[in-house]
Structures are given as structure tokens and as C-alpha cells.
């Protein structure tokens, strides 16, 4: 063990020993990539077949507290860009992964971070292949940051996209909405609340191959991430131009969630998650899209939400529990608790 | 959820939309020549369009909504000095979420605290005052806004402050009440309003009878009502008994939680910090006589006003007219629909808000904006 | 204005400080509890208080509340019977 201290200084973004121990102790040690050159050499094996579609996507995540009931923001790094690649419709392969880290982070903390990481990876089939540190100086981040790339490919013949959706597909959701959200609320501590509320923070690789398994004309998932379904929602609902109608009673939720949100004047429509996504299938295949859902664990609580409609394009509206109905907007801004 | 869902159980919903539509038609409302009932707090102007409740009804009931909105009825001076304390060196200015959106002249804010001040959303005013234990060396200041409902709160934390001798911490007091801005309402010739739906969770702390003058000298009736569907539309139900038996009465439909005479414990801790401003400034209807609160000298040490000579306790920031354009008093009043303005959805959004019923959840523009009201499939036809 | 939700008092954190830990679906928040608070503050652990802003404000009075629920269920029952005239007399036509 040469890693000296246990705390990240300058030092170690200084690009001398310093700084190849923390790598090699921290992280190289845990990823194991193949070789120690600055890029990944990868085999082009599965994107050679004819047809066949590399998707390519980058997210950076910043979260605080940095670890949280349910998972940390390793856990959220790693499933935040598998999932963007799997509800695309692509088997994911590689990630790249870059640490921003503040000067005096905890280096128990980042060895935590990292076997989470490597645990998700396992898990959704990916490895990280390359990656970065950068050091800064006490107060230019919260304790560390983590930007991860994906690889995947989609396979010839595949194409999910919103575009596709058609009035009367089915939006089905892969489980209880909101419990990331209302968990990192909680977590963050300057609200006083606290309730078993765990991250549903999951990798949704397995969950699509199940869907697209089960539905071959399956038109479109998204991940419900940052603004949450009603987000995610209006954004399939201008991309296909088309309508979509949900329930109120059908929405999945936790009595901690709508206890959180009745107390802090929040709507659960809004609420993070990330482990959830929300896919449309022809209403031919849905019953099979369930039972294939039910059949993976992060889909045990699968569940119909509603449908799309003619129009109008680019609009989501919800039944309520009268049998009213109103409109489901975007976010605007960030959903600030409330008082009146 | 209990004491709640059972009063969201569509059955019984349904019963009392049918029961509400026979009275309506008893007494000849039509679409128009409506019924017009406003709810006077901006909680149940909410409720109202997430349960779609406006368009449950029959045609012949239209909902007024009112001015119980506290940071709707903010005056942007409040807010400038608010920024203008935010701003000092070593505060930490604390506030309920609802106003951080709100523009000031200059900015909010959320754009105060963007620019460098040290600005925290809090759930109550205690989490202020645990900031104040915590950070000795700092000034803790509070937005205390709200009506009666809020007001207490932040008494019984000023008295906390005070028995704890908590040096550090203030109440930038903009505390409201409802009765005056109603009697105001009711003497507005232009006004045409056939009953209220009263605010609920304000009759909790004062009970129902401050709402007597709108019964007895005005011969209007007012329902003091719960927050959830099922509250709301029983208590229109009985706004329009009350006006087919030609009463005018002053009820209570939330009786699980309002009691007759209020909350001693509450009322005697407003008493005991706060009096009666000569008069105080509210968006859209200008000054009204006796209708703020500004904290007794006696606990000048936690007022902010004092401590930062700044608003009614000193330098004020300069009142200014609404936003050109903007027909904010005209809505508020009653006396047009949030479509009504010429700048409702163009100008004026939730994302670039140019009045203050844009702002919060719950201004009567910002709940037709969000809910549809606008692009409602009626509207659209 | 003024969000309130009914929670439950679960117990009683510090009794000098008037604070209580209070239940709203499964989230707990300390709340003060001197506006409810008659006599013994133990009394209060399993009693529904409406929150806002981290104050109970007042108890809940269930035989109220149960008996505005009782007249919403008459009503409802009323409604059924009606609809259940005008379908027989639909039939009937």
C-alpha cells in the first residue's frame, strides 16, 4: 500500500506517484483494464455485423449526499448511462468513467464508490474500460463528481425510438414512481425528514431485453430520470407528435412517496427515480409486456399508466380520480417545497 | 392515507356533483348568469384544478379565486428588501420555498442566491432557528410570510428564540390577515359575489367568527371548508342551500378540525409577538388599514425590520406599479379570468413570470397555466 | 394558502422543548407540539394532528370527522337510489 493518508490532496492530481497510487490503488485495481495505454482497445467484433448500430451516449452526475439510502453516486453513474444505452434499444458493453474530486475527499469514500460501480457493472454486463481523475481545490466540487461514457449496439433490424408511438399504445412503467426523488430529500437532511425510503437506483438492461423479448413491435422506453415521468412523457408525446392520456389511479406509488409529497407540496409526477423507465408497446403485446416485465426483478411491480392518443400532438393530460381531467406539463424550473 | 383519502372517494363525489347541479338549477344558475363563489385561499384555488373540480361542476357555478395567496399579494418592494437583507455579509436568509421564484424589481430570490448571498429553503421556521444555533457567527433571518394560518409559527419560534436568549437570529415579518382584504373585496362596487368558500386552515388558528361581518353587514354567505375534493365540493353545496333558503350564515364544513373559537394556544402567541401595522401594501390591491402584523417592540431584538433598519421599520424599498401590461388587480379581484389578460401565456408564463400569480403553485394564473385552463379541451373548441 | 396534512403523533422527542416526532405515511418529522398540548404531552402519542410548516396546529376531532364522512355516505346512498328510480323507469319506457 503506497497510498498515503487517507484523505485526497492536491498532490494526488499532481500527475507524479501521488497520483499513479490513488489510481492504481483506487480505481485500476477494482476496473482491471486490459492494458495500461491511455485509451481502451476494444473488439469490434459485435459492431461488425452488417446492419448493426454503435449508440454512444455521455452523462455527468452530481449528487448530494453523495451516498444515499440505496445506493451512492457510483451506483447512479454506472445505471444512469446503461440505462440511457438499453432503453435505446442498444445491449450496452463499455463505459468510460472521469472523477472530478475534491481536495480533502475521503479516500474510503471513493474505494466505496468504486465497488459500487464495479458491483452495477457486474450486474448490467458492462466493463469500464478507461477513465480519468482530475483533483480541485477545496470548495470547486461537493466531494467528487463522476462523469461515465457508454458504448452499446443495437442489433441490425432494431429501431426503438418515440417517434414510433401510435394512438392506443400502451405506456407501461416497470415499477412504484418517485422513491428516488423523495429519498435523496430525505437524505439531503436540511428538511428534517427521514422514512425507509430506499433509491430504486437499478440497472434496466435485463428489463429491456425481457421487453423486446416479449414485444417485437415495441415502439419506445424512456427513463424516467431528472423531472420524472410526466417529463419523460411529454417529451415522447412531441417527439411521436401524438397525445398521451394516464390515470391518476393507476400510478404507482409508496406511502412514504405521497406522504413526502402531501407534507413538502410536491407532485410525484416530478420526482426523480433511477431505476424506472416508462415504455409504449402496440396494445397486442402489452399483456405479454407485463408478464415478461414481472418476470425480472426491476419489473416485478410493472404496471399499465395509460395510453396514447390522437392528440392533441404533443399533449399529456391525466384522468384524475373524478373522471376529470387535466394537463401534465413540463417541469418548470426545480420543484421547490412549499408552503401555501 | 388517513383523514384523507376518504375524503378524495369518487362515489361520494359524484353523489354531491349531482346534488350540487339540482341546486343550481333550483335557484337558476346558468352559464350566463352564474353563481359566482370565491374561494378566498389560494390552497383550495389549487385543489380546485388538480381535481379538475371547475369543470365537475354545473356550468352555472363559477369559481372567483381570491387573494388568499401570500406571495401572490406580496408587493415587490417586500421582496427587494428581502434581497436587500439577503445581501448583507454573514446572513443567512431562510425561506419558505413559495416565495424564492418571486421577482422582485431587480431580481428574485433564486437569483439573489445564484449571484453569491447565502439563501436556504427551509420547511418552518424552527429549521431557521436550529441554523442560528448552529452557526453562532452568522445572522439567521427568516421570511416570515403567510397568513393566520403561518403567523403562529413563527411566533412560538420568536418566543423560543427569545426564552433560549438566540442573539442571532430575526423574522423579516410580512405576515397578512384575511378579514380586512375581504372586506375590501365586498365594498368593491364593481364586485359581484354571491358567496365564499372560507379558508380552512385559517379558521384552525381564529375560529369562524372574524368572518361574521361578511354574513351579518355584507348578507353573504361563507363556508369554512376542508382542503380535499370531497371538503370543497360539500361546502359548495352549501354555499348554494344558503342561497336557495336565502340565508346568510356563517358555516363550518370542516368542523374535524376548525373549532368555533380557534386555537387559544395559537391566538394568545400571535398576541403576545405581533400587532397590527396601520396599514400594509398587497399586490393588486394596494395599501389596506390594519392588515399586516409587525412584531411587538418588545421583541425587537428578533425583527428583522429593527435589527436591519429596513421596510416598514425604517428605509423602504420603493412601491412600484404592476408590470406594464399586466392585469394582476383585474384577476385577483375577480374581475376577469387569467385569460383575460393580454399577457397570460405570452409574455407572462411560469418560466418568465411578470406577475406574482404566475409565480406560486398556487396564484389563480399559474394553476390555469398548469393545469390546462388555457388548453383545455374546451377552451380549444 | 397554508398546505396541512393530518399526521400522527408517534412520541415525544423532548417534552421541555414542546417537540414530538410526528407519522405522515410512513415519513417522520419532529414537529412542536404547544398548540396542542393540554396537560400531559404523553397523552398526545397516538393522536392525528393537522402539520404544517413543523407545528401540529390542532387535533383532529374524529367523532367531527367521522360524522361529516357519515353525511357524505347518506348522500351518496341517496344518489344510488336515485339512479337506481331513473334506470327502473328507463327501463320501464
Known amino acids: ?340 | ?381 | 394558502m397554508c398546505l396541512g396534512i393530518p399526521g400522527r403523533i408517534v412520541e415525544i422527542t423532548d417534552a421541555g422543548r414542546m417537540a414530538a416526532m410526528a407519522d405522515v405515511s410512513g415519513v417522520k418529522r419532529e414537529v412542536n407540539i404547544a398548540c396542542v398540548a393540554e396537560g400531559d404531552p404523553a397523552a398526545l402519542v397516538g393522536r392525528w394532528a393537522l402539520i404544517h410548516v413543523g407545528f401540529a396546529m390542532a387535533l383532529i376531532d374524529e367523532a367531527e370527522a367521522a360524522a361529516t364522512l357519515e353525511a357524505l355516505r347518506h348522500l351518496g346512498e341517496a344518489q344510488e337510489t336515485l339512479e337506481q328510480i331513473a334506470e327502473g323507469a328507463r327501463a320501464l319506457s
Open chain 1, 1 to 340: 500500500m503506497a497510498l498515503r493518508g487517507d484523505r485526497v490532496t492536491l498532490a494526488h492530481g499532481g500527475g507524479g506517484s501521488a497520483m499513479r497510487d490513488l489510481i492504481e490503488e483506487v480505481f485500476t485495481g477494482a476496473f482491471e483494464p486490459d492494458g495500461m495505454e491511455d485509451q481502451a482497445r476494444l473488439e469490434a467484433g459485435a459492431l461488425a455485423e452488417p446492419g448493426a448500430r454503435l449508440a454512444f451516449t455521455t452523462d455527468s452526475f452530481v449528487v448530494s449526499p453523495v451516498e444515499f439510502p440505496g445506493g451512492d453516486i457510483g451506483t447512479l453513474a454506472v445505471n444512469g448511462t446503461v440505462n440511457d444505452l438499453a432503453v435505446g434499444g442498444a445491449t450496452p458493453l463499455w463505459l468510460s468513467a472521469a472523477f472530478i474530486i475534491e481536495e480533502g475527499c475521503e479516500i474510503a469514500l471513493l474505494r466505496r464508490i468504486v465497488a459500487s460501480m464495479k458491483r452495477e457493472a457486474e450486474r448490467a454486463g458492462v466493463r469500464i474500460v478507461t477513465g480519468d481523475t482530475k483533483v480541485v481545490g477545496r470548495g470547486a466540487a461537493d466531494r467528487v463528481f463522476v462523469t461515465t461514457s457508454g458504448v452499446g449496439v443495437i442489433p441490425p433490424g432494431r429501431d426503438i425510438a418515440a417517434v414510433h408511438i401510435r394512438p392506443g399504445d400502451v405506456a407501461i412503467v416497470n415499477g412504484v414512481l418517485g422513491d428516488h426523488g423523495a429519498c435523496i430529500l430525505a437524505a439531503r437532511g436540511d428538511l428534517a425528514l427521514s422514512s425507509d425510503l430506499q433509491s430504486d437506483c437499478a440497472g434496466l438492461g435485463h428489463l429491456m431485453d425481457a421487453i423486446l423479448a416479449a414485444a417485437p413491435n415495441a415502439r419506445a422506453a424512456r427513463d424516467c430520470t431528472r423531472g420524472g415521468l410526466a417529463s419523460a412523457l411529454n417529451e415522447m408525446a412531441e417527439a411521436a407528435g401524438v397525445g398521451i392520456e394516464i390515470e391518476e389511479t393507476a400510478l404507482p406509488l409508496r406511502a412514504e412517496v405521497k406522504g413526502t409529497c402531501e407534507l413538502l407540496g410536491l407532485d410525484p409526477l416530478y420526482l426523480a427515480n433511477e431505476g424506472r423507465l416508462v415504455v409504449f408497446v402496440p396494445e397486442a403485446e402489452a399483456q405479454a409486456t407485463l408478464a415478461a416485465m414481472r418476470a425480472v426483478d426491476t419489473g416485478a411491480d410493472a404496471t399499465v399508466i395509460g395510453r396514447a392518443t390522437e392528440g392533441p400532438a404533443g399533449q399529456v393530460t391525466m384522468r384524475t380520480l373524478f373522471g376529470g381531467s387535466r394537463i401534465v406539463d413540463m417541469l418548470v424550473g426545480e420543484q421547490l417545497p412549499r408552503i401555501c
Open chain 2, 1 to 381: 392515507m388517513r383523514y384523507v383519502e376518504e375524503f378524495r372517494d369518487p362515489g361520494a363525489a359524484k353523489a354531491l356533483i349531482a346534488r350540487i347541479g339540482e341546486v343550481a338549477e333550483a335557484i337558476g344558475a346558468t352559464r350566463e348568469q352564474p353563481v359566482r363563489i370565491m374561494e378566498i385561499c389560494g390552497g383550495h384555488t389549487h385543489a380546485i384544478f388538480r381535481y379538475g373540480l371547475d369543470r365537475l361542476v354545473h356550468e352555472g357555478i363559477e369559481f372567483i379565486h381570491g387573494p388568499g395567496c401570500p406571495v401572490c399579494v406580496l408587493p415587490m418592494a417586500r421582496v427587494d428588501e428581502a434581497v436587500e437583507i439577503a445581501e448583507r455579509p454573514g446572513v443567512i436568509f431562510t425561506s419558505f420555498g413559495d416565495a424564492m421564484r418571486v421577482p422582485g424589481t431587480k431580481k428574485s430570490l433564486l437569483q439573489a442566491k445564484a449571484e453569491g448571498a447565502d439563501i436556504r429553503t427551509v420547511y418552518s421556521p424552527l429549521d431557521a432557528l436550529e441554523l442560528a444555533r448552529r452557526h453562532p457567527d452568522r445572522e439567521v433571518v427568516f421570511f416570515g410570510l403567510g397568513f393566520e394560518t403561518t403567523t403562529p409559527s413563527t411566533a412560538l419560534t420568536i418566543q423560543q428564540a427569545a426564552r433560549e436568549e438566540i442573539g442571532n437570529f430575526t423574522v423579516f415579518c410580512n405576515h397578512i390577515t384575511v378579514p380586512q382584504p375581504i372586506k375590501v373585496l365586498l365594498d368593491d362596487p364593481h364586485m359581484l359575489l354571491d358567496g365564499f368558500v372560507g379558508p380552512g386552515h385559517v379558521s384552525m388558528v381564529i375560529g369562524t367568527h372574524p368572518y361574521d361581518f361578511i354574513a351579518r353587514d355584507y348578507g353573504k354567505p361563507i363556508v369554512v371548508a376542508g382542503f380535499e375534493p370531497l371538503d370543497l365540493l360539500q361546502s359548495v353545496l352549501m354555499v348554494l342551500e344558503q342561497i336557495r333558503d336565502r340565508r346568510a350564515e356563517v358555516e363550518n364544513q370542516y368542523g374535524r378540525v376548525v373549532p368555533e373559537h380557534g386555537n387559544p394556544v395559537s391566538l394568545a402567541a400571535m398576541a403576545d409577538v405581533y400587532e397590527p401595522r396601520p396599514s400594509f401594501a398587497w399586490r393588486g390591491l394596494g395599501e389596506i388599514d390594519a392588515s399586516g402584523l409587525r412584531i411587538r417592540p418588545g421583541y425587537a431584538g428578533w425583527d428583522a425590520e429593527a435589527k436591519f433598519g429596513i421596510g416598514y421599520g425604517a428605509r423602504r424599498a420603493r412601491e412600484v406599479a404592476e408590470p406594464e401590461g399586466t392585469r394582476c388587480a383585474a384577476v385577483m379581484t375577480g374581475r376577469i379570468k387569467p385569460t383575460g389578460c393580454g399577457m397570460f401565456g405570452t409574455q407572462c408564463t411560469p418560466e418568465t413570470p411578470l406577475g406574482a400569480l404566475m409565480v406560486s403553485s398556487e396564484g389563480a394564473c399559474a394553476a390555469y397555466w398548469q393545469y390546462g385552463g388555457r388548453r383545455s379541451p374546451e377552451a380549444a373548441e
